[in-house]
């Protein structure tokens, strides 16, 4: 079974992702981490966020091992990684990665934006996790201010904005709901709420 879970930044997907993964026993790849990873190399290498040879290299070497979840997690982190994100060459390279994890005979749970379209259009579920982007702004404000960053709320929705407009707009594999997904809206959920509509609606689906 491969379950195709894509969203927008801060909707939940990723706590959604990692409960669903536990409940179903299915092994889990987070893609944005590949993505942050990328990022943070070439940032640690001083490699500039527009050179799409030398950033699709990183992308290849890539070992996550290498990287600390807290500066995967940082706010620049999340930034750059949706610029390197825009690059072809970056999506090539982290393609086959994720399509082998996708593909293997446990099954999977991949989550990311362009699971459902790109990765495993192939998938048996696919979910959109959403919620408003002031309610994920102050989700992701919480987070960041105890992490010890030092933002305000009105940046942070304003960050999520720009980070949204780039994710969608691109033109290779841009952040869209797939056709067949089913879309789950988690402004006015609890976490807990959230998991219960993604189980139902994927043993609707199943
Ligand atoms: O989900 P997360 O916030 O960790 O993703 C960071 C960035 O990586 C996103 O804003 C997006 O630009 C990019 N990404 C992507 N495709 C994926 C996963 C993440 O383009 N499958």
Do not use: N
Not at 16 to 33: E, N, V
Not at 74 to 81: I, P, Q, W
Not at 128 to 140: H, K, N, T
């Amino acid at each position: 079974m491969i379950i195709a879970i894509d969203g927008t930044t801060a909707s939940g997907k990723g706590t959604i992702a990692k409960r669903l993964s536990a409940h179903y026993g299915l092994p889990h790849m987070d893609t944005g981490r590949l993505y942050r990873a990328t990022a943070v190399a070439a940032l640690k290498a001083g490699v500039p966020l527009d050179d799409a040879q030398a950033l699709a290299d990183l992308a290849r070497s890539l070992d996550l091992a290498d990287y600390q979840e807290a500066e995967l997690r940082t706010a620049e982190a999340g930034k750059a990684a949706s610029v390197v994100a825009v690059i072809p060459e970056v999506r090539q390279a982290l393609f086959e990665l994720q399509r082998a994890f996708a593909t293997q005979d446990l099954g999977a749970l991949l989550d990311g934006r362009d699971i459902g379209t790109v990765i495993a259009p192939d998938a048996d579920v696919k979910l959109w996790i959403d919620a408003s982007v002031e309610e994920r702004g102050y989700r992701r404000w919480k987070e960041l201010c105890s992490h010890g960053e030092d933002v305000t709320l009105e940046a942070v929705i304003e960050q999520l904005r720009v980070r949204d407009k780039r994710d969608q707009s691109r033109k290779d594999a841009p952040a869209e709901m797939a056709v067949d997904a089913v879309l789950i809206d988690t402004t006015e959920l609890s976490i807990e709420a959230a998991v219960e509509k993604a189980l139902a609606a994927i043993e609707a689906a199943l």
